[in-house]
């Protein structure tokens, strides 16, 4: 059965920690996409990466980081410059990478600030 | 600068009728755009496009009315089923441009 894993599902931060949100597929696909997703607001693009290790800023990258070392894996961290990182973050991959082909979304993971 | 604007967080239809969905964008340049419906504790799926170069796609229950000259396109589901309550999400992309922008969404309730 094909998707894409996200986990964990819920994830609680402390001051000043790095977290990381893991992100798998087995689509086969070349491009993955990180989105944080805020109340009453629309998806906004973390970070893309349309081939293995090399990746693209998205509209809000700041204190972020993420790695694609293998085709499957898109891990995104959460760093300690994230100074408002509570969001719900989607991971979601594509075949090609251009931005107008359809996404597939994980179920993704609710991150909260203790 | 929300360049995708659903301006209705919410909507309310009876089981059996049409719902209408709306979003309004303000960028020219896009030329291609989605509908994404997405259910509690789940990712989106997406659910129908439509190209620049059409005013109305089509896909069983579901069809998206893009008026260019307005920046305005609609989602219309008939009829309307208790499965269809979710948010509705639609985004607008730039081929070539690799950008492509979300609206706010909007939560549909279907009541019997």
């Known amino acids: 059965d094909g998707g894409i894993t996200q986990s964990p599902k819920y994830l609680f931060r402390k001051e000043g920690q790095n977290v990381t949100l893991s992100c798998e597929q087995n689509l086969n696909h070349d491009a993955m996409y990180w989105y944080r997703q805020d109340p009453g607001q629309g998806l906004r693009l973390i970070y893309y990466?349309?081939?293995?290790?090399?990746?693209q800023k998205g509209d809000i990258a700041e204190g972020y980081s993420v790695s694609r070392e293998k085709k499957e894996s898109f891990p995104l961290t959460v760093t300690s410059a994230q100074k408002n990182p509570t969001a719900f973050y989607l991971c979601a991959s594509s075949n090609l990478g251009l931005f107008n082909e359809k996404l597939f979304f994980g179920s993704g993971t609710q991150l909260s600030v203790l | 600068d929300q360049q995708v604007k659903q301006n209705s967080p919410s909507l309310s239809v009876q089981e059996g009728r049409i719902s209408i969905l709306n979003c309004d964008y303000t960028n020219s340049m896009f030329d291609y755009f989605l509908w994404y419906k997405k259910y509690p504790a789940e990712g989106p799926t997406f659910l129908i496009s439509?190209?620049?170069?059409?005013d109305k796609n089509e896909d069983g229950r579901f069809t998206v009315f893009l008026n260019k000259s307005a920046k305005h396109l609609s989602l219309h589901i008939v009829p309307s089923q208790p499965g269809d309550s979710a948010v509705y999400f639609c985004?607008?992309?730039?081929?070539?441009?690799?950008?492509?922008?979300f609206g706010q969404g909007t939560r549909l309730t279907i009541n019997p």
């Open positions: 985004a607008a992309s730039i081929q070539g441009a690799q950008k492509l922008v």
């Open positions: 990466s349309q081939i293995v290790n090399d990746f």
């Open positions: 439509i190209s620049s170069i059409k």
